[in-house]
């Protein structure tokens, strides 16, 4: 890698306009954590480089080093998941996984094991449903940022868990039989515990085996937005459009 530019490997999460031609572009790489560079003249009819920019797109980039911002130099598509673009329910999910991706995502920092969960869930959104697989993400991305709540058993009284309420503070849960101290405020219905944790531990061709009712899906996947929200400190904006949706 010499001093004049760079190749990186990436999944472009945004893109915005940028003055009247150009787009600023915010990508997660494995290498580089999250990634935000200048994409001249992209917003031109004819541009040779627009279709290397699209969001979900999995890319191989050329970059020059800038002194506020890097540009796109040259850029070919790995894979396009076009239909993510192309379904407004799809679109939807996707755009919840790239906005969760920048929130988790930092800028200079490797972070190969998120990189490839949104990688993994990109192309398996294009195959299984939605939800579950919005689920697992969010499930995987909160065990990646090793803020996984304690859902097996009762922190009081070590009983296995089936229900209850949880802590986003501390990350523990209540069983409901136990007196509940303050803080454990978010129920869980029956059910809700073993799904997490099925989703935190499940390979990920396996996750078209799992049958569960989709209410349980949507509860896991607000419950999971929320927990991150919580440890965050921001709100995941795209979530509205899968209440629009629902």
Not at 16 to 36: N, V
Request: charged share 25%; aromatic share 6%.
């Amino acid at each position: 890698m010499s001093d004049a530019g760079y190749d990186v490997e990436a999944i472009i999460l945004s893109s915005k306009p940028l003055g009247e031609r150009d787009r600023l572009i915010t990508a997660i790489t494995p290498d580089r954590g999250l990634l935000r560079f200048a994409a001249r003249g992209t917003q031109s009819p004819g541009s040779k480089l627009a279709h290397a920019i699209l969001p979900f797109s999995r890319v191989s980039l050329s970059l020059w080093r800038g002194k506020s911002l890097d540009g796109l130099r040259g850029g070919e598509v790995v894979e396009s998941h076009r239909p993510l673009r192309e379904s407004p329910d799809l679109l939807a999910h996707a755009y919840c996984m790239a906005e969760v991706g920048k929130l988790m995502a930092r800028e200079g920092e490797a972070d190969r094991a998120l990189y490839l969960l949104v990688a993994t869930a990109a192309n398996m959104l294009e195959g299984l449903d939605p939800d579950l697989v919005l689920a697992f993400y969010l499930v995987r991305a909160v065990k990646v940022a090793g803020l996984f709540p304690q859902l097996d058993e009762c922190a009081r009284c070590s009983r296995p868990t089936e229900g209850g309420f949880l802590s986003f503070e501390s990350g523990a849960v209540s069983c409901g039989e136990c007196p509940r101290e303050p803080g454990f405020g978010e129920r869980l219905s029956p059910g809700l515990p073993s799904l997490a944790v099925a989703l935190r531990d499940i390979h990920p061709r396996r996750l078209g085996e799992v049958k569960v009712s989709r209410e349980i899906v949507v509860e896991l996947r607000e419950l999971m937005l929320d927990y991150l929200e919580h440890h965050a400190g921001r709100s995941v904006n795209s979530r509205r459009f899968l209440d629009i949706l629902a």
